[in-house]
C-alpha cells in the first residue's frame, strides 16, 4: 500500500524518456528496459526512445529514418577509423560522438519532464545533440554503464589515470596517442557540453561511482549510484534437474555457468577461467569427470576444446526464459572479468539461487559477499579463481549459500527499491530546475 501512496503523486507529475541505443543488444539496453518496466510498475511514466526499436512493445519509441541512422553510425566509425590509422584495433572501443539525431524536435522529447541517458553509442546521439537537450532546459540525468561519461573516448581505462587531469596519450590511438591527442579534443567538447547546464551522474555501482568522482571532467557535477533493477518473478529458483532436461545438459555433473556476448573477448576473462579449471582438475583429478562448463556467447565452440571438463556451448542466447532455464541449471556462475560496473549476468544468477564466483575488480565484490553469497578471487589470480570454484562446489554451505544469494537480491536490486531511488534523483533534478526558473 506505501508503495501506492508513494508513486501515485509521481505518476501524475511526472514523465521520463528514458534513451538509449539499442532496446535489448547489450547490458545497457537490458538495464534500461527494467528499468522502464520499474517505474512503469510503480507509477511514474517511463517510455524509452532507441536507435534500434527490436519489439513491438508500445513503451518503446525507435527513431525514424533507416539509411540517416546508419549514416551517423558509419561516419563515427570512418572517423575512429581514420584516427586509428585504418587499422581496426580498438575500433568498437572508443566512441567521439561526433555524429547523431537531433531528437529535441520529436514528440515524446517535448512531452517528458525528465531526460534520461543511458548508452548512447556509436551514432545515437552526437556531443552537440546533448548540447541540444541541455539547452532545452529540461532535466537531464544520466546513467553511467561505463566510464566513457567521464573521459575523452574510451569505455575501459584498464589502469589508465589521465582522466583524472585530462585525457592525452591515450593508450588506445597508435603509438599511445600524443599530448594533445583526439582523446584530448572530445575531451575539451565534453567540456564544451557539460557548460551548457547540469547533468546528475548515476553510476551503476559504487565503485564507478568513486571513479567518476575523480574524473576532472565531471568536476562540479551532480554523481551518485543506484544498481541496476531486475525482476526477481522472472528471475528466480526452479527445478534444477528439469531445467537440465530441457536443455539437454547432463543430470549426473557439476556444472559452471560461463556468460557473455562474446566468449573470445578477451576483457572477460576466459583465459583464466581455462587456467583456473585446469588447475583444479590437476589438483583433485576426479573432477575430470564430475564437471562439466557450461559456455553461453558467440565464438563459444573456440575455446571449448581448451578445458579439462566436458563443455557445452550453448551460443550466443538473448531468450529470458531460456535463460532463466539455463541458469537454474547450473551449480555455480563464474565471471572472471578484468573489468566490470555492475553485470546484469551475477544479478541474474544470484536471483536465480546461483552462487558466483569473480574478481575482485569494479563492482564485482559490491554483488557477491565473499564467502556468502560466492567467491570474491583475488584479481587475475587463476589459482585463487580455482580455490573458488572447489570452495562453492565442495566446501560451503551451498543452501546457505543459494538463500543468501536471493536475499541479496531482493533486498538491493528488486524493481521496487530501484524505482524509489531514481524517482527520488528525478524529483531532486526537477526542484533544481524549478529553482533555477
Keep these: 500500500m506505501w508503495f501506492t501512496l508513494l508513486f501515485v503523486p509521481l505518476s501524475l507529475l511526472m514523465k521520463v524518456l528514458i534513451v538509449n541505443t539499442s532496446e535489448r543488444t547489450g547490458g545497457a539496453a537490458v538495464a534500461a528496459n527494467r528499468l522502464t518496466a520499474a517505474l512503469n510498475n510503480y507509477g511514474v511514466k517511463a517510455m524509452m526512445l532507441v536507435r534500434d526499436k527490436q519489439s513491438d512493445d508500445i513503451s518503446v519509441v525507435g527513431l525514424k529514418g533507416r539509411c540517416l541512422k546508419r549514416w551517423h553510425f ?26 547523431g539525431t537531433d531528437i529535441t524536435g520529436l514528440r515524446e522529447f517535448k512531452e517528458a519532464d525528465v531526460i534520461h541517458l543511458h548508452w548512447i553509442n556509436q551514432g545515437m546521439l ?23 561519461p567521464a573521459t575523452g573516448i574510451c569505455h575501459l581505462t584498464l ?18 596517442g600524443a599530448e594533445k591527442d583526439l582523446s584530448t579534443t572530445i575531451w575539451n567538447r565534453k567540456l564544451q557540453m557539460l557548460s551548457e547546464g547540469n547533468i546528475t551522474f ?28 531486475i525482476d526477481s518473478r522472472v528471475f528466480c529458483p526452479g527445478d534444477k534437474a528439469q531445467a537440465r532436461l530441457e536443455e539437454g545438459l547432463p543430470l549426473d555433473k557439476q556444472l559452471l555457468l560461463f556468460a557473455c556476448q562474446r566468449v573470445t573477448n578477451t576483457n572477460k576473462g576466459m583465459s583464466y577461467l ?6 583444479l582438475a590437476e589438483q583433485h583429478p576426479e573432477t575430470k569427470d ?18 579439462p571438463f566436458a563443455a557445452y556451448s550453448l551460443g550466443y542466447v538473448s531468450d529470458t526464459q531460456r535463460m532463466v532455464r539455463i541458469y537454474r541449471a547450473s551449480d555455480v556462475f563464474v565471471l572472471p572479468s578484468l573489468s566490470e560496473n555492475l553485470p546484469n549476468t551475477i544479478m ?25 553469497t560466492g567467491y570474491v578471487a583475488e584479481f587475475r589470480n587463476s589459482l585463487d579463481l580455482a580455490r573458488g570454484l572447489g570452495w562453492v562446489l565442495a566446501e560451503a554451505d551451498y543452501e546457505a549459500l543459494s538463500h543468501a544469494c536471493i536475499r541479496k537480491v531482493t533486498q538491493n536490486y528488486s ?8 524517482s527520488e534523483v528525478y524529483q531532486q533534478a526537477l526542484a533544481q530546475k524549478n529553482f533555477k526558473l
Design 202 to 229: 548515476v553510476a551503476c555501482s559504487k565503485w564507478l561511482e568513486q571513479e567518476a568522482k575523480s574524473s576532472a571532467l565531471l568536476s562540479g557535477q551532480m554523481i551518485t549510484s543506484i544498481p541496476n533493477p
Design 290 to 307: 564430475k564437471m562439466g562448463v557450461v559456455i553461453l556467447g558467440g565464438h563459444a565452440d573456440e575455446v571449448a576444446g581448451q578445458l
Design 159 to 176: 589502469g589508465c589515470s589521465y582522466f583524472r587531469t585530462e585525457c592525452c596519450h591515450c593508450k588506445y590511438l597508435p603509438g599511445g
Design 126 to 148: 552526437s556531443l552537440g545533440g546533448i548540447r541540444k537537450i541541455l539547452r532545452s532546459g529540461k532535466p537531464v540525468v544520466w546513467t553511467m554503464h561505463d566510464i566513457w
Design 274 to 279: 581455462i587456467e583456473a579449471c585446469r588447475k
Design 74 to 99: 558509419l561516419w563515427e566509425r570512418f572517423v575512429v577509423f581514420c584516427h586509428l590509422q585504418f587499422k581496426r584495433d580498438h575500433l568498437f572501443e572508443i566512441d567521439i560522438a561526433n555524429s
Design 348 to 372: 541474474e544468477a544470484m536471483a536465480c539461487g546461483v552462487p558466483c564466483v569473480g574478481f575482485r575488480v569494479g563492482g564485482i565484490p559490491e554483488m557477491i559477499d565473499h564467502q556468502k
Design 415 to 422: 524493481q521496487a527499491s530501484v524505482a524509489i531511488r531514481y
